[in-house]
C-alpha cells in the first residue's frame, strides 16, 4: 500500500490530477493553536474537539467523522508500506507533521518527507498553494526517505511542542537534518508562538491598516514562518483592541 498524507483538503484536486500512485488521508487539523493536551490519544481527540467545536462552526461528532477519520487512515497503514507525508515548511504544517510522526513513530513502513522544493527561498512559506501537477510530480521525484533518527526527531519535536517546552525545541532545534529544513526558525516561532504573532499584528494595525485582506498580507509578508491561515489571522486580531 502507499498512503500520501497530505496537508489539507486544498490540494486533493491537484494531487488527484498529478495521476502520482496511492491512496490519500487529508490532514485537516490546526495544531498550531488551541489544546494540544492529553495523557492518552482518545484524551487528546477530546480536547481537540472540544477546542475546535467551541472555536469554529462544527461540533466534537463533525471532528471524530473528518480528522480523526482521516488519522486513523495514517494509523491503520501495515507493515512493508509507503507513507509520504506532503508537509510545507511553516509552524503550521510542521506541528501537524510532527504529530503525525509521533503517530506511526514505531511504524515498519517506509515514510517519506514531500516538501515544495521546487520554491525559491523567496517563496519559501508558500507551500504547495500554486503549484500545478507537474510542479507535484517534481516534488515527489525530489522526496527523501526519513531515517530511524529522522522519526525519532519528529516525535520529540512533537513532545516538546505538546508540552510547551521551549528548551527542549531550542535543543532539537541544533539537530537540522536536510529531512528537516528550517528547523531552527520554526522551533524559534513554536517558542514564540504566544506572544509574538499578536505583537506584528498589533504593530500592523497599529501602523493603521484596517481592510482584513491588507491586514493578512502584510502578516504574512512579516511572519510568513507561522503559516497561518484568515482564520488564525482572524481569531488573533479578535482579541487585539481597536485602534482609536
Given amino acids: 500500500m502507499i498512503l500520501h498524507v497530505l496537508p489539507g483538503d486544498s490540494l486533493v484536486e491537484t494531487f488527484n490530477a498529478s495521476s502520482i500512485e496511492g491512496e490519500v488521508a487529508v490532514c485537516r487539523e490546526c495544531l498550531v493553536e488551541g489544546d494540544v493536551s492529553g495523557e492518552t490519544l482518545p484524551e ?32 491503520a497503514v501495515q507493515s512493508g508500506s509507503e507513507i509520504n507525508l506532503w508537509f510545507e515548511y511553516e509552524l503550521f504544517c510542521q506541528a501537524n507533521m510532527w504529530f503525525c510522526l509521533s503517530l506511526i513513530a514505531n511504524s515498519t513502513s517506509d515514510i517519506f518527507r514531500v516538501a515544495p522544493a521546487t520554491l525559491s527561498e523567496d517563496a519559501i ?27 525519532k526527531l519528529g516525535a520529540d519535536l512533537w513532545a516538546a511542542y505538546r508540552e510547551q517546552d521551549a528548551a527542549r525545541l531550542a535543543e532539537l532545534s541544533t539537530h537540522e537534518p536536510i529531512t528537516f529544513p528550517k528547523l531552527k526558525d520554526v522551533t524559534m516561532a513554536a ?44 481569531n488573533l486580531l479578535s482579541t487585539i483592541s481597536p485602534r482609536a
Wanted: hydrophobic share 35%; net charge negative.
Fill in 44 to 75: 487528546f481527540w477530546e480536547n481537540r474537539a472540544r477546542f475546535l467545536s467551541g472555536r469554529y462552526d462544527a461540533t466534537a461528532d463533525d471532528y471524530h467523522e473528518t480528522v480523526v477519520h482521516e488519522f486513523a487512515k495514517l494509523t
Fill in 125 to 151: 512559506w508558500d507551500g504547495f498553494g500554486n503549484m500545478t501537477p507537474d510542479n507535484l510530480r517534481d516534488c515527489f521525484a525530489k522526496r527523501i526517505k526519513l531515517t530511524a533518527d529522522d522519526i
Fill in 191 to 234: 517558542i514564540e508562538k504566544e506572544t509574538l504573532p499578536r505583537q506584528i499584528l498589533d504593530q500592523i494595525v497599529r501602523e493603521g491598516k484596517s481592510d482584513f485582506g491588507d491586514i493578512f498580507l502584510e502578516f504574512k509578508s512579516r511572519a510568513g514562518v507561522y503559516g497561518y491561515g484568515d482564520s488564525q489571522v482572524r
